[in-house]
Antibody
Framework: QVQVVESGGGLVKPGGSLRLSCSVS????????MSWIRQAPGKGLECLSY????????YYADSVKGRFTISWDSAKNSVYLQMSSLTAADTAMYYC??????????????WGQGALVTVSS | SYELTQPPSVSVSPGQTARITCSGD??????VSWYQQKSGQAPIVVIY???MRPSGIPERFSASNSGTAATLSISGVQAEDEAVYYC?????????????FGGGTTVTVL
């Protein structure tokens, strides 16, 4: 069964750091792009970052560039999002999702259940 | 930055057809995907590559892309279709460029 499961969410103080993990099953991450997408409370979806199966292509949204780092461990079939310099604006549900990428098209499937990150003093 | 524009809300009676539009300047160059997000749940893809339906998604979900606007149609709407629907595409014709989501459309079943 193709599945992704996030972990590592929690409460962190402004300026702090947190690492999210995404463990996958049913497929090999080196065969796909993997992504992190967040959703602030009551808001829409924002693609923060993705990494290609080879690790050679990495994307960051402007909102997190220089603060967040995506990485993966093929041996553990897991993807990570290291977040630093967190502010209240980073409070959101963070979803890990597999990205299917073909010429001129991309879609995210499946999504994990999400990891809630709350930045508050 | 590239944007996809959706109406904030659509209301429909059970059994009728709900149509949600998604407009953007690059829709002629990039396919569109659609996601359904029910309250408290993660999104799921209901349409990919403009009009392809994943296995397990009911046939009442269909979509099209005219190059200037994409449309998701839900025919014979049921109460269980009440959700927020997001369109998604990319800003360029590159393989996987700047991914963008529309603002979401809340479908209310009257």
């Amino acid at each position: 069964q193709v599945q992704v499961v996030e972990s590592g969410g929690g409460l962190v103080k402004p300026g702090g750091s947190l690492r999210l993990s995404c463990s996958v099953s049913g497929f090999i991450i080196s065969d796909f792009y993997m992504s992190w997408i967040r959703q602030a409370p009551g808001k829409g979806l924002e693609c923060l970052s993705y990494i290609s199966g080879s690790g050679k292509t990495i994307y960051y949204a402007d909102s997190v560039k220089g603060r967040f780092t995506i990485s993966w461990d093929s041996a553990k079939n897991s993807v990570y999002l290291q977040m630093s310099s967190l502010t209240a604006a980073d409070t959101a549900m963070y979803y890990c999702a597999r990205a299917v990428v073909v010429p001129a098209a991309s879609w995210f499937d499946p999504w994990g259940q999400g990891a809630l990150v709350t930045v508050s003093s | 930055s590239y944007e996809l524009t959706q109406p904030p809300s659509v209301s429909v009676s059970p059994g009728q057809t709900a149509r949600i539009t998604c407009s953007g300047d690059a829709l002629a160059k990039q396919y569109v995907s659609w996601y359904q997000q029910k309250s408290g749940q993660a999104p799921i893809v209901v349409i990919y590559k403009d009009d392809m339906r994943p296995s397990g998604i009911p046939e009442r979900f269909s979509a099209s892309n005219s190059g200037t606007a994409a449309t998701l149609s839900i025919s014979g709407v049921q109460a269980e279709d009440e959700a927020v629907y997001y369109c998604q595409s990319a800003a360029s014709s590159s393989t996987f460029g700047d991914v963008v989501f529309g603002g979401g459309t809340t479908v209310t079943v009257l």
